[in-house]
């Protein structure tokens, strides 16, 4: 395994901007994640805050023990029991058999990042994974993608889900995922490291209920000897920590929506687009209601000081809603506006890893965290990951194609320059010329036919058509087999493409761990750890 850093640009000009800290940007933030003193500075500030360190290490033990865990888990679990202790926290929904990469990418970020500054500052740094478990959006973990040949197919979990539920509440099969993933598998191929890691995924889908379950199992299975610790934000037990955090956000919640559409304007001045939908109304919480089996957004109308739903279908007073909040925690939740903070009030947060979209929507958060007393933490830009298998860089080299041009760009532009580089230009030229002697003989007989026989001139136009038809069927049998003479070099092109940015996507938003496990092994994605890891917005290639 060899490491090679690139300078890419990120997913969004923002991100691009936040990684360079620019002028333009730095306002929006009270840290530059760059600095090291910005974490010394962090670490000062959070020592006069108080946590609910003891509750927080108790729900963590007790929700993780269905989970695969080790000696550095409970070290980890009494870190954060100390009052100098801090967390590198960070987090993604609950893909099945852990999503995309990118959620794998955030673990190693997280992970690595907490290390260094743990031996940077001489304290206790935790690393924590939030799993986005409240999520609802069930069509966007429900799924991976498979090669087929050299094309990616989506895999869709074939068990449906009517009512729109909490992942954390979304129950599954074990006889279905059971066989749902012995089809994965055998998409991929048997080598020396399936029998493994099927004992594994067996284990994860026996002793898991949810989705969030599986995905916890899993991952804790890859990264259990790191000391990561998981939360869910949708677990009632969770939630129940959560009250009095809950309250302030009902309080506040006129206040929040005015400093973040003031800190739209702020970047709207600056040229700089928003990246959240909020409405003047808005109260940045979700309801759960029972009847409706449906999570939803509250607003609040100062006119009749009532939190309502849009279609006023329930309604609460600012009492009753306090009420909720005390006595059934678990029908509330955050929305992209109150997670940040929730996160922030709960732990001792010394930097949250965050993805392009992530870094561009807390920049108009701000003035919200104002509201509660507290700053927010240093956005540390996750690693961007590129696997790169051997073969692929073997093909690579073959094709005398530019791999930082493939990540940055695909390599359709490439492989079209080629296809048009093998076209026979005798053929065209033959064809070419055959197409305009058949359109001006045809329109000879036209001419001809409008005069003598105009009964046939729209029987003329549609013979032309066929014949014109068949010339360009034959056209493309004959330039699909100069193809096919060249099909050992497009294959390599399609091959490298679907390996490293399939249909112009980056990989890590296709491909899936599993690939990789059993293919390498187990521990190939720990192993990743074992090298030094950039946080200088590079783009990190992990030759294979």
């Known amino acids: 395994m060899e490491m090679l850093n690139l300078s890419l640009p990120a997913a969004n000009k923002f991100a691009t901007e936040y990684i360079i800290q620019s002028d333009r940007i730095s306002p929006y933030f009270d840290y530059r994640y760059n600095e090291s003193q910005s974490y010394e500075k962090r670490i000062h500030e959070l020592e006069g805050r108080s946590f609910m360190r003891e509750e927080l290490a108790s729900y963590i033990e007790q929700f993780m023990g269905k989970f695969p865990v080790s000696e550095q888990v409970g070290i980890s679990l009494k870190k ?88 954390s509440n979304i129950t599954f ?35 898991s209920d949810t989705f969030v379950d599986l995905f916890g199992y899993i991952i804790m299975a890859m990264f259990k000897d790191t000391g990561l610790l998981l939360v869910d934000s949708g677990d009632r037990q969770f939630r129940q920590l959560q009250k009095e955090i809950l309250k302030k956000q009902i309080r506040m919640s006129k206040e929040v929506t005015q400093s973040v559409f003031m800190q739209q304007k702020n970047l709207l001045n600056a040229g700089i687009s928003n990246s959240i939908d909020i409405t003047a109304h808005a109260a940045n919480l979700f309801y759960y209601d029972e009847k409706q089996h449906d999570r939803l957004l509250l607003e609040y109308h100062q006119e009749s000081a009532l939190f309502t739903d849009k279609e006023q279908s329930i309604q609460f007073s600012l009492e009753e809603l306090l009420q909720v909040a005390e006595d059934s925690p678990e ?61 692929i860089e073997t093909d690579l080299n073959e094709l005398e194609v530019s791999l930082e041009d493939v990540l940055a760009k695909g390599i359709e532009g490439q492989k079209n320059a080629f296809l048009q580089s093998i076209q026979s230009d005798q ?37 032309e058509q066929k014949v014109v038809e068949h010339i360009q069927f034959l056209q493309q049998k004959i330039q699909e087999d100069i193809q096919l003479q060249h099909s050992h070099i497009i294959n390599k092109y399609d091959r490298t493409g679907t390996a490293l940015k399939p249909d112009g996507a980056p990989q890590e938003r296709v491909w899936n761990a599993l690939y990789y496990m059993n293919r390498y092994g187990l521990e190939f994605f720990q192993q990743i750890l074992n090298h030094p890891l950039p946080f200088d917005g590079s783009h990190v290639v992990v030759k294979i």
């Open 331 to 391: 029908k509330l939740s955050n929305n992209v506006v109150t997670r940040p903070i929730t996160q922030e009030l709960l732990f001792p947060t010394l930097a949250f890893i965050a993805g392009p979209g992530e870094i561009a929507y807390w920049a108009e958060l701000q003035q919200a965290f104002r509201h509660f007393s507290i700053q927010m933490p240093p956005l540390v830009p996750r690693i961007n990951f590129t696997l790169l298998e051997r073969d």
């Open 80 to 167: 954060l029991q100390q009052n100098n202790s801090a967390v590198v926290i960070g987090g993604q929904q609950a893909g099945i058999m852990t999503g995309p990469l990118y959620s794998i990418h955030k673990v190693l970020s997280i992970v690595a990042f907490a290390k260094e500054k743990e031996r940077e500052l001489q304290v206790p740094v935790i690393p924590v994974f939030w799993i986005a478990g409240e999520d609802h959006d069930y069509p966007e973990v429900n799924h991976i993608f498979t090669k087929s040949g050299v094309k990616m197919n989506k895999i869709v979990y074939p068990e449906k889900v009517l009512e729109k539920k909490m992942v």
């Open 173 to 207: 099969d074990k006889n279905i995922c059971r066989e749902w993933v012995d089809g994965i598998l055998e998409a991929y191929g048997e080598t020396a490291f399936t029998k493994d890691l099927m004992i594994i995924l067996d284990e994860a889908i026996q002793k």
């Open 427 to 463: 053929a065209d030229s033959l064809f070419a010329s055959l197409h305009a002697d058949v359109k001006k003989h045809y329109r000879c007989i036209e001419d001809y036919a409008k005069t003598e026989t105009k009964g046939v001139v729209q029987l003329l136009k549609k013979n």
